[in-house]
């Protein structure tokens, strides 16, 4: 399920100096983010910075499975949740609903029941709904989830700039404490900067409400809900974002940033939430739809990429015949970009130029100085950035083929010279598509291998 983004997206420690924050699986190794420049003497190979995790960060917004996969998030995004939303608050409370001060709010009806018929008593479920477009800040990741793998790390760093160890040896009772104190903390932040709520996810996305004075109330009682889908994001279009270090992103912290890169982190949010004001919340209808661009991108490559990787794992074909798959393959993936006027060329320029259309094709289009904040200039370098590796890498195995002077036919006649060499370039292929797949690190492809099985319906 996808949550549409529009444009003012404001990334965390991304924006700022990530070699001070720490990444739990690593070594402690340093990033410099690089600002892409794409040149003659620029290639698709000098792009190593953290615009891939910006690209993976904003494609998965607002989404139950790749916030699942990412957990800790490193995302802040202001947005509006549409008038008339349908909002849900459970509780065994025999004085009725809360009347006056911060509460939880889910989106689905589900996830309120489940969290209270955890407690003893009746549950009653109490409908809301929005009387105006609520303003609103998204933290993603598991952003609501009280534990210690980093869930509250952007809060943290937000509210006391710094982020603490990992909270070791603690009970419910204490997380439960530095819930009301956090969320006490993110209300005050609210009135200071003009925002009404706060989006996190845990099973499912949730509001954090300072007050509840502008929200008209209906009652429904429940005994016996049912249990919420996990990976179900529980509201398509309620929720939408007005968002314009090594080891794997899923293990990425924000434990040991700098009070430095927190204080800019502190004075970007503050920055953009009085631009938000000054410009009354509004969404601008005309401007070009990133987040349905960066999911285009995601919709075109993920699959085919997959297909890539299980196409060079098959025992079933030859070598011969799986580097003709893989130039067909290629060749899927980089003909829009592929200029066929300069093919015979005997330098190396039709390749330059290929890879560097495939890198501009969702960018080209010219953009007016109001459409260029400095978050859309991150958004633009990210796109770019990933696409620059991505297509260098699928040009590259493609000239490989090329070079190979395959037959064209897909089941030509066993010749064992070439099936020689096509045999030792498929475990270099398979390496260097795995490495690809590895540094762009979608949650498309985080699932079991092989994969589970259905059991919906099976007997007990």
Not at 27 to 53: I, M
Not at 83 to 106: C, F, I, Q, S
Not at 396 to 411: A, C, K, M
Request: net charge neutral; hydrophobic share 35%; charged share 20%.
């Amino acid at each position: 399920m996808r949550i549409h983004v529009g444009l003012m997206t404001w990334y965390f420690w991304m924006a700022s100096n990530p070699s001070r924050a720490d990444a739990s699986s690593s070594n402690g190794r340093e990033q410099q983010q690089q600002v892409l420049s794409y040149s003659e003497e620029a290639g698709w190979e000098k792009t190593d910075s953290n615009y891939n995790l910006i690209f993976s960060s904003f494609a998965g917004l607002l989404q139950q499975w790749p916030n699942t996969f990412a957990y800790s998030g490193h995302s802040i995004i202001p947005g509006i949740v549409p008038r008339a939303t349908l909002l849900y608050h459970g509780t065994n409370d025999t004085n009725g609903p809360p009347k006056t001060g911060l509460e939880w709010l889910a989106f689905d009806s589900e996830m309120s029941c489940r969290i209270a018929n955890i407690r003893p008593g009746n549950t009653s479920l109490y409908t809301y709904v929005a009387s105006h477009p609520l303003r609103v800040i998204y933290f993603d990741g598991q952003s609501a989830s009280l534990g210690t793998p980093g869930f509250m790390d952007s809060q943290y760093a937000i509210i006391n700039g710094s982020v603490p160890e990992p909270f070791l040896g603690r009970d419910l009772a204490d997380f439960l404490k530095d819930e009301f104190a956090r969320a006490a903390a993110l209300c005050k932040l609210a009135e200071k900067y003009g925002f009404e709520g706060v989006i996190r996810m845990n099973t499912g996305f949730e509001l954090l409400w300072p007050s509840f004075g502008i929200i008209s109330r209906g009652v429904l009682e429940r005994d016996s809900p049912r249990v919420p889908a996990f990976f179900c994001a529980g509201g398509d279009a309620k929720r939408r974002s007005d968002g314009t270090s090594a080891g794997p992103r899923s293990r990425h912290r924000l434990y040991g940033i700098s009070e430095e890169d927190a204080k800019t982190v502190q004075g970007r949010l503050a920055e953009v939430l009085r631009r938000k004001g000054s410009e009354n919340w509004r969404v601008e209808p005309g401007r070009p739809d990133w987040r349905a661009m960066v999911l285009t991108i995601l919709d075109r490559y993920s699959p085919l990429l997959s297909e890539l990787d299980y196409l060079l794992n098959r025992a079933d074909l030859n070598a011969t015949e799986q580097a003709i798959e893989v130039r067909t393959l290629t060749y899927d993936l980089i003909m829009p970009s592929l200029d066929f006027s300069d093919w015979n060329s005997a330098e190396p320029r039709w390749l330059f130029h290929g890879i560097r259309r495939c890198t501009r094709a969702y960018t080209s289009a010219p953009l007016v100085p109001s459409d260029l904040s400095p978050s859309i200039r991150m958004i633009i370098r990210a796109i770019e950035g990933t696409l620059e590796r991505l297509c260098g890498k699928i040009y590259d195995l493609f000239e490989q083929t090329i070079r190979l002077d395959l037959p064209i036919t897909p089941s030509p006649p066993f010749n064992s010279s070439l099936e020689s060499i096509a045999g030792s370039k498929i475990p270099e292929w398979r390496e260097q598509v795995e490495s690809l797949q590895k540094w762009l690190g979608w949650s498309t492809w985080a699932h079991c291998q092989p994969r589970c099985k259905d059991d919906v319906g099976s007997p007990s």
